[in-house]
């Protein structure tokens, strides 16, 4: 849904700003775009996530006319779970009554803080009491709920950090994405850090506010179970589990990414137009479309699936990309094993992120798309 409300300074999403969001043309724009992909995605999709942008801009109507074409084309779809993004200051009982109609059981709320400085300087329009109010609405709801917290902002104390944490275990949603704040040079923010209306933040103290929130998960309950994802028993995101284990993902929308993979683990991304404009004139023309096959698309998504902190089933991976084998694997991770930053569990059945050295997850990946060095 590439409509937001505001735009929020750290942000190059694609999305436009309009408060009045064209619902009308957006879903049929939608409906042009599946007339495409229909033939190549028949069959029923295990999740279904609206993201965005702000999927709430559209409003109560406008989501139950999303969702009612959503319903109506994929009827089947989202068994396992259906998430829809939403933003605090859009969400109100009659939000809520047109999740309720079509079934969605997940919703992801952008709170990001719960610091009403951080929320001013983050360029966000709600406040504090507004998220404790709607997440205490949507857990009562009954509600599989989300949150977003993002750490770092510029000047947090840890003690400012760890009050966010705690409001997120207060207001008793099951799962939380844990970002730190990050500065796109094409986003607004370096043009107001040029007129001293903002700063950079600091990638170091960046580091130990996220080690900071880490702690306060893990001793109350959430297992830290992706890299910027926590999660309460029993409510790991599906369908963002599915892109960490090389499953198959339909994008449709302006510069929304699909991702197929073959029998032998080839796999071929593309990605849609940015802009809706020029997305709604030719729904379904795709701007870049990208092949790996062999061993560059097993390094990528053995990579991608170390973000699962619980770590890669290796039978599976070795059934998806047959083309390997457990030696080429061994190989491939020798030295990150050798200095610690990956292990095997399990009797060597599971390779993982070694405990406390998840925020080396990028490094890893250097090494492990490093064709030439191992
Ligand atoms: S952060 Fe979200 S709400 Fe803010 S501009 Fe980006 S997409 Fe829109």
Known sequence: VPFCVRACPYCDFDFVVNRHPPVDA?????????????????????????????????GASGLAQLLAWIREVFPGSGATEFTVELNPEHVSRDVVRSLQDFGVGRVSVGVQSFNDRALVQLGRRHRHQQAHDVLAMLVADGFQVSTDLIVGWVGQKQSEVIADARAVLASGVQHVSVYALTIEETSHWPA????????????????????????VFEANGFVHYEIASYARAGAIAQHNRFYWTCRDVLGLGPSAHSVRYDDRGAVRRTANVRGY??????????????????????????????????????????????GIDRAFLERICRRQIEIGNLEWIDEGNTLRVAPERWYWHDRIGRDLLDVGSN
């Open 26 to 58: 957006y879903v049929k724009g939608l409906a042009a775009e599946w007339r495409v992909r229909e033939r190549a995605w028949a069959g029923d999709f295990a999740t279904i996530y609206i993201g965005g942008g702000t999927p709430s801009a559209l």
């Open 192 to 215: 107001l850090v040029a007129r001293k209306q903002r700063e950079m933040p600091d990638s170091d103290e960046q580091g130990e506010r996220l080690r900071d929130v880490n702690e």
């Open 277 to 322: 404009e020029s997305w709604l004139a030719q729904p379904g023309i795709e701007a870049s479309d990208e092949e790996l096959h062999g061993e560059a698309a097993v390094r990528e998504a053995l990579w991608v699936g170390l973000r699962y902190l619980l770590g890669v089933d290796v039978s599976t991976f070795l059934q998806q990309f047959s």
